[in-house]
């Protein structure tokens, strides 16, 4: 069965600064797709990017971008100039396809003034 | 991407009774999904709702306790039925077009007392 790890339950980083967030996945498969989704407070779920994984360049969204590492199973996620409506919980996901969407347990992330 | 509305955004039910969740889209949809995400946690795929078809269930979630209706590519119901303190979590609708791209609605806020 295919598996999602965040490692970091929670991390704090001053505005302007950048910080990457950890995700490492379990799959046999070839053929999938990885996310990262943000969940500000009491606010709606967004998807920030999404990589496939047959593409070797690493995906990139404005101050979002990841570093795939596929044979590591590893999908790191990036935020440069870090701002405070940055704070939030950011999930990482897994989808084999096609199939259901399977998130990790999420890293909540503190942008401090 | 979707403009998703859920309905109610929140609500306290006494335990026993039954609550009916709407999702409602601004356009049509391939895929709609129920989840659900208790207190502080990650996202637990309850069901595919299925248009004109038995939606479609996840280990350990039954069609009697919570009944999904998908009756147009635009709407979906889930209900939560005999309700428990366990039950209390937040009730997520989300949608997609292509498998790889769901969007989140706003959530329903539930607590059972």
């Known amino acids: 069965a295919q598996t999602v790890t965040q490692s970091q339950p929670e991390m704090s980083v001053q505005e302007a600064e950048t910080v990457t967030l950890s995700c490492t996945y379990d799959?046999?498969?070839?053929?999938?797709?990885l996310f990262w989704y943000k969940q500000p407070p009491s606010r709606q779920m967004i998807l920030v990017i999404r990589?496939?994984?047959?593409?070797?360049q690493n995906a990139t969204e404005n101050r979002f971008s990841v570093n795939f590492q596929k044979a590591a199973k590893s999908f790191s996620l990036k935020i440069s100039d870090s701002q405070l409506g940055d704070t939030a919980m950011y999930f990482c996901?897994?989808?084999?396809?096609?199939?259901?969407?399977?998130f990790g347990k999420g890293t909540r992330l503190h942008i401090l003034p | 991407s979707a403009v998703i509305s859920q309905k109610p955004s929140r609500d306290i039910c006494q335990r026993g009774t039954s609550l009916t969740i709407q999702c409602q889209v601004d356009?049509?949809?391939?895929?709609m999904f129920w989840y659900r995400q208790q207190p502080g946690q990650s996202l637990t795929l309850i069901a595919t709702?299925?248009?004109?078809?038995?939606?479609?269930?996840e280990s350990g979630f039954v069609i009697d306790k919570f009944p999904i209706s998908r009756p147009n590519l635009t709407f979906s119901t889930l209900t939560v039925s005999n309700m428990s303190p366990e039950d209390s979590s937040i009730y997520l609708c989300?949608?997609?077009?292509?498998?790889?791209?769901?969007?989140f609605g706003p959530g329903t806020r539930l607590t059972v007392t």
């Open positions: 799959t046999s498969e070839n053929n999938y797709y």
């Open positions: 990589q496939e994984a047959y593409k070797q």
């Open positions: 996901a897994f989808m084999n396809v096609p199939d259901k969407i399977i």
């Open positions: 989300s949608v997609a077009r292509v498998s790889y791209e769901q969007y």
């Open positions: 709702a299925n248009q004109g078809s038995e939606a479609t269930y």
């Open positions: 356009s049509q949809v391939t895929m």
